[in-house]
């Protein structure tokens, strides 16, 4: 039996061509077959560092608009909150592909690095904006130049082996869910630091001439070590392909051509691949997917908005800390049910199942946030957080069963592409969800004494729609799966 091992061992090497970083990871997968936690670990991380700056800002981001003196009534801040929200994403839009493609032609790394030095430059300066606009610039400078989230999707599936490609794009979403809310949590707590702890920072320090800095601060920090990590991480990205050899005698000149010849398939290969957009697999799953991301980033803007506003306008009167403490145990649910159960899960019901099902289960819970919001004292606190927790858990779930089912829809070589596609299509409907989302909140806001569906009622209404659309795109003949 060892004998036959090491045959066979020895016939594997020959699908590895050396000084190919590719193959190195490929390799090391072979002989490494137990959980990669290592690897897992490293792709949470650096998607952490880029998600806790996406939304940090919601929970000050009322007092922020605010701040600036741009509205004109208390009634028109979330609208005007909305325009900084969607800033990110529509960077984001406008990039992803480029980004996608280059992580496919000179690797995933070097994006990757880019990305996380991008979210210290521009975060920081976020936090030291002075007026609107230059608020909604950063933002919109952070998205443009942070084109990580696609090519890591693939970076996490070609890290590990085949079977643990669900853990791999678990620790995506995990981390990204993860960051969704513990960076709000985080904008919750540092936020005006200078009227929370006067003690620490007094009223005439840079505190609090920029008191929404501190956040952003620490969130830069942490992407500044990620970033410097970065350079000793391993490129999954085959370059074999590309190269030539140079070679002296006839064996040497042999191989050359051997390669050559493998090349010159392997091109016309590539060439008879169909279009991305051809891909029916892909391109439903990333439709699908942007449908249920513009109802999360509707929720996420609309959340943090609704439990910040006055009682009289149908809002539960919270202060950002009030805010960040709800969102902090919604992480820390979410990260235990994503690193535990999820992968689990996906394996007995299959990704397109666990959207359905958990995408039908967000509609009723949705609808119980206007009569959460008729609660107070202990029992808003304790059912707000289940509520907040349930949500979260079930949006990240529903998203990484579409990550999985995008990854499988293409082959390597197109990974990077499909994946900065699919960024840049979900980033114009993220982009819409923030907008959206701010302007219907401030249209709500001032329907209090409507007949049909007054206030809140609307909004979450609204939402339920987007998301029953999303839904019912989950089933044949518009979703289907890659056959193998």
Known sequence: MAAVEYAESLLRKDEFVEGCPGCTVDRSKQLHRGLPLKQILTVWIIVLATALTISSLYPFLYFMIRDFHIADREEDI??????????????????????????????????????????????????????????????????????????????????VRDEYQSYGLSAVTTAWGTGLVIGPALGGFLAQPADKFPGIFTSDSFWARFPYFLPCLMTSIFAAF????????????????????????????????????????????????????????????????????????????????????????????????????????????????????????EKILGPIIISRVLGIVSIPLLTSYHYIAMLSGITLSIVLNIASLLKNVLSISIVTGLFILQNRAVDQDQRGAANGMAMTFMSLFKAVGPLGGGALFSWAEKRLGADFLPGDQMVFFILNIVEAIAVLMTFKPFLVERRK
Request: glycine share 10%.
């Open 78 to 159: 979330g609208y005007y909150a909305g325009f900084v929200g969607s800033s990110y994403m529509f960077g984001r839009a406008l990039s992803s592909t480029l980004w996608g493609t280059i992580a496919d032609r000179y690797g995933r790394k070097p994006v990757i690095i880019i990305g996380c030095a991008a979210v210290v430059v521009f975060n920081t300066l976020f936090g030291l904006s002075v007026n609107y606009w230059m608020a909604i610039i950063t933002r919109f400078l952070l998205g443009g130049m942070n084109g990580l989230l696609g090519p890591i999707r693939a970076y996490a599936c070609e890290m």
């Open 226 to 345: 990620v970033t410097i990590a970065c350079f000793w991480i391993p490129e999954t990205l085959h370059t074999h392909i590309l190269e030539s050899t140079s070679s002296e005698g006839s064996y040497d000149t042999l191989e050359a051509a051997t390669q050559q010849s493998d090349i010159n398939e392997m091109e016309e290969n590539k060439a008879s691949k169909k279009s991305l957009f051809k891909n029916w697999p892909l391109m439903s799953s990333i439709i699908v997917y942007c449908t249920f991301g513009l109802h999360d980033m509707a929720y996420s803007e609309i959340f943090s908005l609704w439990a910040e506003s006055p009682r009289r306008f149908g809002g539960l009167g919270y202060s950002t800390e009030d805010v960040g403490t709800v969102l902090s145990i919604s992480g820390v649910g979410l990260l235990v049910f994503q690193s535990s159960l999820f992968p689990i899960v």
